[in-house]
């Protein structure tokens, strides 16, 4: 049985953040994607999104599916995306997917809010 996934919203230094716990599937990824409307940016025009996959224990393609449908709905300017919490196997299959085009990984919550507001700073 997949576990449910909880969804938490945080602002953190201007900074969205999205705290994931349980399973990515295609069940939970549909309700990623219809937690808020993407495709209209974030909250208060806030120009970047972290995600958190510390309590994520399972991602199937279904649920990587989802994953990139989300990260690409910020790109041309909406939000820029980074994520923290990865284990090494899904750092390597998101690189492998191509996933890492559209999403930065960083090692903990603090490089993921200084690096991605960094990294927005300089593509203005």
Not at 68 to 75: A, E, S, T
Not at 86 to 114: C, N, Q
Request: proline share 2%; aromatic share 10%; with cysteine.
């Amino acid at each position: 049985m997949t576990a449910e996934l909880i969804i938490k919203e945080e602002i953190k230094e201007g900074v969205f953040l999205l705290h994931l716990t349980g399973d990515i599937t295609k069940t939970s990824g549909d309700e990623l994607l219809r937690w808020r409307k993407w495709e209209e940016g974030l909250p208060e025009g806030i120009p970047c999104l972290i995600i958190n996959f510390d309590e994520v224990q399972y991602i199937n393609s279904a649920g990587i599916a989802a994953l990139i449908r989300l990260v690409r709905l910020g790109v041309n300017d909406r939000y820029r995306s980074g994520c923290y919490g990865l284990s090494y196997h899904y750092e390597k299959l998101f690189t492998m997917v191509g996933l890492t085009k559209y999403i930065r990984i960083f090692p903990s919550e603090w490089a993921a809010v200084d690096g991605i507001k960094l990294i927005n700073d300089e593509q203005k």
